[in-house]
């Protein structure tokens, strides 16, 4: 069975600090994978994708893979109350699959 | 910026009728999905569909299920009598380039009493 883990949290961060998000996944056959954001009772948005082992940026975001360990992560930096939110890490095989989707970390951050 | 459309936002219905979600994907994108959510639980697979037949289908698209993309624009899944585990938020997605850009609509949540 294809799975995809993550902490359910509720992960409290203070404004302006760091948050760290971890995910990890089942399926050696994983290429790609996402990370969405989801507020509550609205649906998913993408936020960035990887597919090479290592970081990649994205402005205030950071995903981190290592296939090896079958982890992927993300970090926030400087949150804002905004980025309050459930993410969902995702993974697929290649363009033409399914993505399948770990049940999300709650995140609040604390003004 | 384009927008994938469903509608109705929410419905509600009669256990064993049948409901009819519906979506406008963005126009030019040629994968189209559709996925669920039941409340506190994970978003989960149900159909994706391009070239206009079924790519693949998940272990919860059973008979009961079907999916129209009936007039060139619309996208619609067909549940043809609704149980009370069908109630959730269903959400259409598609994509110009399948997985690797998946555009969400708002969803529609189904109510199943």
């Known amino acids: 069975q294809k799975e995809v883990e993550q902490n359910s949290g509720p992960l409290s961060v203070p404004e302006g600090a760091i948050a760290s998000l971890n995910c990890t996944y089942s399926d050696r056959g994983s290429q790609s994978f996402f990370w969405y954001r989801q507020y509550s009772g609205k649906s998913p948005e993408l936020i960035m994708f990887?597919?090479?082992?290592g970081d990649k940026e994205d402005g205030r975001f950071t995903a981190q893979l290592n296939k090896a360990s079958q982890y992927v992560s993300l970090l926030i930096r400087d949150s804002q109350p905004s980025d309050s939110a459930t993410y969902l890490c995702a993974v697929n095989r290649n363009r033409d699959d399914k993505i399948i989707f770990g049940k999300g970390t709650r995140l609040h951050i604390l003004p | 910026e384009p927008e994938v459309t469903q509608t109705p936002s929410h419905q509600v219905t009669q256990m064993g009728q049948e409901v009819i979600l519906r979506c406008v994907p963005i126009s030019n994108h040629l994968y189209f999905y559709w996925y669920r959510q039941i409340l506190g639980q994970k978003v989960e697979f149900l159909v994706s569909?391009?070239?206009?037949?079924?790519?693949?289908k998940s272990e919860i698209f059973d008979d009961q299920f079907s999916v129209e993309r009936p007039d060139g624009s619309n996208f619609t899944l067909k549940i043809r009598s609704t149980k009370l585990e069908d109630s959730a938020m269903y959400f259409c997605?598609?994509?110009?380039?399948?997985?690797?850009?998946?555009?969400f609509g708002s969803g529609t949540r189904l109510t199943v009493v």
């Open positions: 997605a598609s994509s110009d380039r399948g997985s690797y850009g998946y555009t």
């Open positions: 990887i597919y090479s082992n």
């Open positions: 569909f391009y070239n206009n037949e079924i790519s693949e």
